[in-house]
């Protein structure tokens, strides 16, 4: 136990204590079975005229008073300990970043670049079967289009109807597409995955400025052959968003280590100690205050000296 981490959940309840207090005082008070006698006799003669009673009283007026402070005190949540977030053993989310633009038409990948960029995300949803995948399609527009889902297939479905003709305007806004991203995932935590051809030299600017409010890992698989401008100015982009540059490969090495790097996403990215749950311990009390409890239940019996001589 580390008393430095010892603190209440909510310690406002502790304010009931001098309440409890008080209340017990009243109620001890008025439930004197001798109250008239004391105005009439003298405290010393009257214990003399009464036999056991100050033990019973006593021990019955006191667990009650524990027992309601107990109560009290459960109820505020003691605690010391962290306890595991509930989202600790769950597959952290993807988002896929996929672009619709004009470019993502060319067939200089046979068929074209867009049904190879759907093919490529059709196996890495396959790879990532039942584990958290969402999709958003942009161009010169951002569209979340599937929120994170463990129908992975769905997703991949999805992907595959998406081309430039169905987006709503042309361009290449690849920096409100993974600030979009990141908000959908932002309380969860994970990564996001960029599918794209090509990226606009001009834009670099607007994505070096998107770089310093992304905070989750970022990857850029890049639809394209090595060698090529459109290679390099994707290698440019990457940099500017600080994400790591996957190129595109004609086996499945690509897939397979974006899957194996998204694994490794990090479960949250709130502040430190933000959001952190805290293990309750109040329950430990319960027995204990059952069985004060049950002292104070006790019936009551006194007699008087007349009536213990008789």
Same mark, same amino acid.
């Given at each position: 136990?580390? @008393?430095?981490?010892?603190?209440?959940?909510? =310690?406002?309840?502790?304010?009931?204590?001098?309440?409890?207090?008080?209340?017990?005082?009243?109620?001890?008070?008025?439930?004197?079975?001798?109250?008239?006698?004391?105005? %009439?006799?003298?405290?010393?003669?009257?214990?003399?005229?009464?036999?056991?009673?100050? /033990? !019973?009283? #006593?021990?019955?007026?006191?667990?009650?008073?524990?027992?309601?402070?107990?109560?009290?005190?459960?109820?505020?949540?003691?605690?010391?300990?962290?306890?595991?977030? =509930?989202?600790?053993?769950?597959?952290?989310?993807? *988002? +896929?970043?996929? &672009?619709?633009?004009?470019?993502?038409?060319?067939?200089?990948? /046979?068929?074209?670049?867009?049904?190879?960029?759907?093919?490529?995300?059709?196996?890495?949803?396959?790879?990532?079967?039942?584990?958290?995948?969402?999709?958003?399609?942009?161009?010169?527009?951002?569209?979340?289009?599937?929120?994170?889902? !463990?129908?992975? $297939?769905?997703?991949?479905?999805?992907?595959?109807?998406?081309?430039?003709?169905? *987006?709503? #305007?042309?361009?290449?806004?690849?920096? %409100?597409?993974?600030?979009?991203?990141?908000?959908?995932?932002?309380?969860?935590?994970?990564?996001?995955?960029?599918?794209?051809?090509?990226?606009?030299?001009?834009?670099?600017?607007? +994505?070096?400025?998107? !770089?310093?409010? @992304? &905070?989750?890992?970022?990857?850029?698989?890049?639809?394209?052959?090595?060698?090529?401008?459109?290679?390099?100015?994707?290698?440019?982009? $990457?940099?500017?968003?600080?994400?790591?540059?996957?190129? *595109?490969?004609?086996?499945?090495?690509?897939?397979?280590? +974006?899957?194996?790097? /998204?694994?490794?996403? =990090?479960?949250?990215?709130?502040?430190?100690?933000?959001?952190?749950?805290?293990?309750?311990?109040?329950?430990?009390?319960?027995?204990?205050?059952?069985?004060?409890?049950?002292?104070?239940? !006790?019936?009551?019996?006194? /007699?008087?000296?007349?009536?213990?001589?008789?």
């Amino acid at each position: 136990m580390n @008393l430095a981490d010892f603190h209440f959940i909510r =310690p406002w309840w502790l304010l009931a204590i001098p309440v409890i207090v008080g209340l017990w005082w009243l109620l001890r008070r008025n439930s004197d079975p001798l109250k008239g006698w004391r105005n %009439a006799v003298s405290p010393a003669l009257l214990d003399a005229l009464t036999v056991g009673r100050d /033990t !019973r009283e #006593k021990w019955r007026s006191t667990s009650l008073l524990a027992a309601w402070l107990l109560a009290a005190i459960a109820v505020a949540g003691p605690t010391w300990k962290p306890e595991p977030s =509930p989202f600790a053993d769950d597959p952290v989310p993807v *988002m +896929l970043v996929l &672009k619709a633009g004009e470019t993502m038409a060319q067939t200089d990948l /046979t068929p074209s670049r867009m049904e190879r960029a759907s093919l490529k995300v059709a196996d890495f949803a396959e790879a990532r079967k039942g584990q958290p995948l969402g999709l958003i399609a942009y161009a010169g527009s951002a569209h979340l289009v599937l929120p994170p889902t !463990r129908d992975t $297939a769905v997703v991949a479905s999805m992907a595959g109807s998406i081309s430039p003709d169905i *987006m709503p #305007k042309e361009g290449d806004d690849l920096a %409100a597409a993974v600030i979009r991203a990141q908000e959908v995932i932002a309380e969860r935590g994970g990564s996001i995955v960029v599918v794209a051809d090509t990226f606009n030299p001009a834009g670099l600017s607007g +994505l070096e400025a998107a !770089r310093s409010k @992304l &905070k989750l890992p970022t990857f850029l698989l890049a639809i394209g052959r090595e060698g090529t401008p459109e290679y390099n100015d994707a290698d440019n982009a $990457a940099s500017a968003i600080g994400a790591t540059f996957v190129p *595109m490969t004609a086996d499945s090495a690509d897939i397979d280590r +974006l899957v194996s790097r /998204t694994a490794r996403a =990090p479960v949250s990215v709130a502040d430190a100690g933000e959001g952190t749950r805290w293990s309750e311990a109040g329950w430990w009390l319960i027995p204990l205050l059952a069985l004060l409890m049950l002292l104070s239940f !006790r019936k009551e019996e006194f /007699t008087t000296g007349e009536e213990a001589a008789a």
